[in-house]
Each structure stands twice: as C-alpha cells, then as structure tokens.
C-alpha cells in the first residue's frame, strides 16, 4: 500500500505532465501541421494597373479670332486629363501596385488591370453628354466616370452615341453608357484643381482593392 507521501508525490507527477502535455499540444497548434511556425494566409501579388486618359471634349473657338495660348480651352482639358492619370498613378503606387500610364495610341496589353473612363455631363433634359469644355475658365459641373476592366478579355465600349434625332458623335454628344461596364462616378467642376483629384484617387484605388479582395481570382496576376 502506498504511504500518503508516495500517493501526493504521484498526483503532483501527474499534474506536471498534464500541464507540459498543454504547452505541446497548444504549441503544435500554433505552429501548424508542418511545425515551422504560424499559418497565415499568403499575401496575393498585386496585378499590374494600367491607368488610360480620360476622354473629354473640346469646343473649337468660334470665327477667326485668334486666342491667347492662356485663353485655349484646349489647355485646360488637356490639364484636367493629365491632373486624373497622373494622381491616379501615384496613389495605385502608394497602395503598392505597380501602375503605368497608358496614352493614346499606346499597345493594349494582354493582361492586367485597365483603370480608363471619361469625363461627362448630364443636360437639362437628364441626357448624359460627354463633358465639353468650352472656354479656358469653364468651371461648370461635370463627372468622372471611372472604370475598372480585365485586360485578359475583350475590350467593352463604356458608351455609345444615342441613337436620337440630330445626335452624332462630336463635342458633347448625347450618349447611352454601357449597362455591361459598372461605372462609378465622381462630381467635380470643370476648373477642379490638383486637390480634387487627389482626393478622388485614393478613392479609385481604394475600390479597385476591395474588388480584388472580394474576387480573387477574377484577375489573373
């Protein structure tokens, strides 16, 4: 028969295996099934952004009065256009992606991520008409529209000319936006200045991330 003293000597033995079997089992837990450490999940590369200028209409002066090169509303478009890709750039890089600017008549590339649009307007009448810009202080309401496209499949037109009497494609056509491309848009003026724009950047960025997240795989990388 054991003595009280053996009988307490076995129970504390007991107890001290009990609580370093604790520590490995919480320890093999903690380092996974391959013992190495932590599992987490593994961070996805960011696909490249592809950032395409804006589309924007320009409304020739009329006559044959010649303009200072201050007063051409040519200018000012050509500002606006620039102030979008390139704060739009910065920010995809800030968020860690790699961005490129892509201009007019640059090669399509054959994958990643397109960020492109237009900047439009919406009439008296509730009609969509891409945004004119007609003189070199024009500082009505305009909108950006933005975006986002998967350079791996076809190309799909953000709009297209509404088909309505006296309606052609010139500067501030009446047009009908695509119900195939989601778009999202942005308000600003037509003088906006560097500061808007870097305000609607992030913004961009920011919903072209949680589009990813939310679909992993809808872009290969």
Known sequence: MWTKRAAGIFMKTLTRLAFVGGIVLSSNWLLGATGTGPQ???????????????????????????????????KLANHLVELMSTKLVAALQKAGYSAVRMRGGDARPDGGVQIRGLFAEVDSENHWRRAVIRTATDNDKMQALVAVAN?????????????????EDKPGAIITLSSYVPMTKYELSKDANEDVFKGIAPRVVNDLTELLQRNPFAIPQ
Do not use: R
């Open 151 to 167: 350079l791996a499949k076809p190309d799909q037109a953000l709009y297209e000319i509404a088909n309505l009497p006296g309606n």
């Open 40 to 74: 987490t999940p593994s961070s996805e590369p960011k696909p490249t952004v592809y950032v395409s200028d804006f589309q924007i209409d320009v409304l020739p002066p009329s006559g044959a009065t010649v303009q200072k090169p201050q007063d051409d509303p040519q």
